[in-house]
């Protein structure tokens, strides 16, 4: 039986029925259809021919870059569709592991600041607390927020205080979607404000808006 090396370095057991049912949901996805393409079980045997002549155990990704070179020749379409579910997978996997690191550098007090001189770090309540702040700063980040808004925080554009209060209500001026507001129009509650014509104007409802 050919071995593959997981990403967590455990080795398992070839599984042809994988490759079919990733390639299968693939197929669906772009075709919108429930039917399954005949070319999965000749793939996945492709695959495992090209594993039994190596000399070593093969890795998930080469694996997964072995099934794109044979599906691209049958169904490029279907090819696409597998690169980006596996390209997503890819950053979910590297979220996730930068969120977990974070967490456990909070609870283990591996990386004190004490940026808020009322807080020690170290102690009980302050891991807690500061492991509390990360993960809702990753949830307002992930989930309260528009894509700019987010990148221009990530890319240190704009920096979004008291982010880890952000998911229940505590926001400041830089965290005002501007050009949303600008572009749109909004309500004050006391009347609908229409969306701005000329530079002029725009600043003035910047004052409004604050």
Same mark, same amino acid.
Request: negative net charge.
């Given at each position: 039986?050919?071995?593959?090396?997981?990403?967590?370095?455990?080795?398992?057991?070839?599984?042809?029925?994988?490759?079919?049912?990733?390639?299968?949901?693939?197929?669906?996805?772009?075709?919108?259809?429930? &039917?399954?393409?005949?070319?999965?079980?000749?793939?996945?045997?492709? +695959?495992?021919?090209?594993?039994?002549?190596?000399?070593?155990?093969?890795?998930?990704?080469?694996?997964?870059?072995?099934?794109?070179?044979?599906?691209? =020749?049958?169904?490029?379409?279907?090819? &696409?569709?597998?690169?980006?579910?596996?390209? &997503?997978?890819?950053?979910?996997?590297?979220?996730?592991?930068?969120?977990?690191?974070?967490?456990?550098?909070?609870?283990?007090?591996?990386? +004190?600041?004490?940026?808020?001189?009322?807080?020690? =770090?170290?102690?009980?309540?302050?891991?807690?607390?500061?492991?509390?702040?990360?993960?809702?700063?990753?949830?307002?980040?992930?989930?309260?927020?528009?894509?700019?808004?987010?990148?221009?925080?990530?890319?240190?554009?704009?920096?979004?205080?008291?982010?880890?209060?952000?998911?229940?209500?505590?926001?400041?001026?830089?965290?005002?979607?501007?050009?949303?507001?600008?572009?749109?129009?909004?309500?004050?509650?006391?009347?609908?404000?229409?969306?701005?014509?000329?530079?002029?104007?725009?600043?003035?409802? +910047?004052?409004?808006?604050?």
């Amino acid at each position: 039986m050919i071995q593959i090396r997981k990403r967590s370095g455990d080795y398992v057991d070839f599984d042809a029925q994988k490759i079919v049912e990733a390639i299968n949901k693939a197929y669906k996805d772009v075709h919108f259809t429930q &039917k399954t393409p005949d070319y999965g079980k000749k793939i996945a045997d492709n +695959v495992y021919e090209v594993a039994t002549q190596m000399d070593r155990p093969l890795d998930v990704e080469e694996i997964q870059e072995l099934v794109e070179d044979y599906l691209t =020749e049958y169904d490029k379409l279907t090819a &696409k569709a597998y690169i980006r579910y596996r390209y &997503k997978r890819g950053v979910m996997r590297s979220c996730s592991d930068e969120f977990i690191r974070s967490i456990s550098e909070k609870l283990q007090a591996k990386n +004190v600041q004490n940026q808020n001189a009322n807080v020690d =770090e170290h102690s009980f309540g302050g891991r807690v607390g500061e492991a509390s702040d990360e993960m809702m700063k990753q949830y307002a980040l992930d989930f309260c927020m528009s894509d700019m808004a987010r990148n221009n925080h990530l890319n240190n554009e704009i920096y979004i205080h008291d982010l880890s209060a952000y998911a229940v209500g505590m926001h400041n001026c830089l965290s005002i979607p501007f050009d949303d507001l600008l572009a749109k129009g909004f309500n004050t509650r006391q009347t609908d404000v229409r969306p701005a014509n000329s530079i002029n104007t725009a600043f003035q409802l +910047v004052a409004v808006i604050f």
